[in-house]
């Protein structure tokens, strides 16, 4: 079946998200985090795109860009790639580190856009992960209150006020007011339990004791952890956890 069409946007600002094959984590440290944010920044000068916003979670990214100069195909394949390298000459390893296709909506007005940006940095706040938005270093959001960078912050705050610090202020305020915003997101994914994951390490390890899978030849037991990660969706600290294999290796299988 063809992949339905991407919506183009008239203003050619987009909402868009990209996430880990089978939800797996695409930043493991501080270093990772740092990385990509320095390869928006990198392509921001080679496509000539503008970024107004972007938040990047365990497992996925969110960014909020207007595409000038090129596609915003050909932009996401610079970004993705680049770090796709980059990452698995880091941890050593092959294939894709990205889910097929990148999500995209088109953004046509400045609520919408003003929406958009909220749900953008209320992400870390909504996933518990904070209590505060200032609080989260790997978001745009402060950029808007201390330092710009290379994020457009005026393009926002001209929509707020005129007047830079009361915009700042309207920012702030908007941002952090409660809502039920609902843009592009992640698709649900119900979290598997360690009973669960214990039976499938069993079944597909074909183990009656799951701490044996870290006793096989190398070639055999990085199979079988490539399998329980991209088979069987579970998580790299969930393998770590139940079968006493060190994290760098299960990352690295």
Known sequence: MPRKARKKSSTGIYHIMIRGINHQNIFEEEKDYRRFIETIE??????????????????????LLKVVK???????????????????????????????????????????????????HQNPLKGELVKDLGQYQWSSYDKYINKRKFVDVSFALNILDND?????????????????????????????????????????CKVKDISDLKNFE??????????????????????ERLTGINRGVVLKA
């Open 42 to 63: 990198k392509y921001r000068e080679v496509s000539g795109y503008e970024i107004y916003g972007y938040c990047l979670m365990g497992n996925h990214v969110h960014l």
């Open 164 to 204: 830079k610090a009361k915009a700042i202020k309207r920012f702030i305020e908007y941002s952090n007011e409660p809502n039920n915003d609902r843009c592009l997101d992640m698709e649900k994914k119900r979290r598997i339990t360690d009973e669960e994951a214990s039976d499938i390490i069993k079944k597909v």
């Open 70 to 120: 090129e596609p915003l195909e050909q932009v996401m394949r610079r970004i993705c790639g680049s770090y796709v390298y980059w990452y698995n000459r880091k941890y050593r390893r092959i294939g894709n580190l990205f889910q097929d296709r990148f999500k995209s909506e088109p953004v046509e007005d400045d609520s919408y856009f003003l929406t958009v940006l909220r749900y953008i």
């Open 218 to 239: 190398k070639t055999k037991r990085d199979m079988y952890l490539r399998e329980l990660k991209e088979k069987h969706n579970l998580s790299i600290r969930q393998i």
